[in-house]
């Protein structure tokens, strides 16, 4: 069933066809509150509008009226303001109205701007289960457990981290060098700074490179044949399904080249078929 702990604050479940419950974030707390959402390039409400609708939206989403919800919740993202909660909310009015590849965008949304997110990995996972086109991770657990911390690594943290091991590093070394020696403990404490510094760097160079380099999108459409080159003549090669992620590798005209990760499936489809995430 739908995960329902709350990670942002308190949620309100609401029945899925009996058989899983959706939680929706009612309210948001410290840097994920909507007044203190980062503004896009253009932005077209204010903090203040913001945060009504978000209001208003969680209200018309308990009372079944997922439709209207979800417009709420676009208004908000489209009116210049992103959050991940906002995407949250939206997959999951977005699921409730029927829109599998709409709940998809909206978890992987959330997940880009909130990696530790639990409730959207585990709602996505969750959504997952029910595509027709079933993604099975490769690798062993050791390999899903490293692609989960990876996603789930926080930029602004893992920024944060570098910054404090980095400071922490050449505070060390000018005692060092005020003191004319470095004894075996002041050497102990900079290897092992040293060793943090490098393995958060490591981390966020990954996380920055695969939210910048790496593009993704989501099928939108119920079915979509993939060919061998970007055009109706190119030969079937197979075909792909609602809601499932792919990544993307080219655009020519308006044609994409994807590939589906851990696969060797790849090929040209109409870029109107898929969605960036």
Known sequence: MMRQTATHGPRTAVAVAALAALAIVTTTAGAQDVSGMAPATTQTVTAGQARSAFGEANGLYADGR????????????AGGFQNADVHYN???ALYMEGDIAGAVLGYERALRLDGSHEDAAANLEFVREQLADRQVRVGGT???ALDRFFRRANVARLTVAVSLFYSLAAACL????LRGAFTPWLMRVIVVVLVLFVVAGGVLAFRIHRTSAVREAVIVVADVP????????FVLEFRLHEGTTVRLRESRDDWARVSVEGTDLEGWLPGGAVEEI
């Open 226 to 233: 993939v060919r061998t080159g970007p055009g109706d003549d």
């Open 142 to 144: 050791l390999s899903e």
């Open 90 to 92: 939206l997959g999951n």
């Open 174 to 177: 000018i005692v060092g060098v």
């Open 66 to 77: 997922y439709d209207e919800a979800a417009a709420l919740y676009q208004a908000i993202l």
